[in-house]
């Protein structure tokens, strides 16, 4: 893996497959960056079904996750990870970028 890699666990790859089975079809997790949240930037997961001519593209065991060429300066050599807690389930990225981060996880700065 180089350092501009991003990467998808194997969490992540099993609940893509779980949703695209309970949906009836296949779809991908779009991870992007944009500016906000309570320390500069927040992460926006969405569910999509097409790529976008300039995502890159990260698969892992036949699942996928699109991240845009603007937004993978700022995840470049992050995880893309599915966790699943008593406090609730959801997608996270561990980005060695973030210098800090709020308590929900979803907001991070540089």
Do not use: W
């Not at 960056?33 to 892992?60: I, K, M």
Request: glycine residues 10%.
């Amino acid at each position: 893996m180089t350092d501009t890699a991003v990467t998808l666990s194997s969490n992540a790859a099993r609940r893509l497959h779980s949703i695209s089975e309970a949906e009836g079809h296949p779809v991908m997790l779009r991870v992007a960056v944009d500016g906000g949240g309570c320390s500069g930037f927040q992460y926006r997961f969405d569910l999509v079904e097409a790529a976008e001519p300039d995502d890159l593209r990260v698969e892992r065991d036949g699942a996928a996750a699109l991240v845009d060429v603007i937004s993978l300066a700022l995840l470049k050599g992050s995880e893309i990870d599915f966790v699943d807690e008593l406090a609730g389930a959801e997608f996270r990225v561990r980005n060695p970028n973030a210098k800090s981060s709020c308590g929900c996880g979803v907001s991070f700065s540089i």
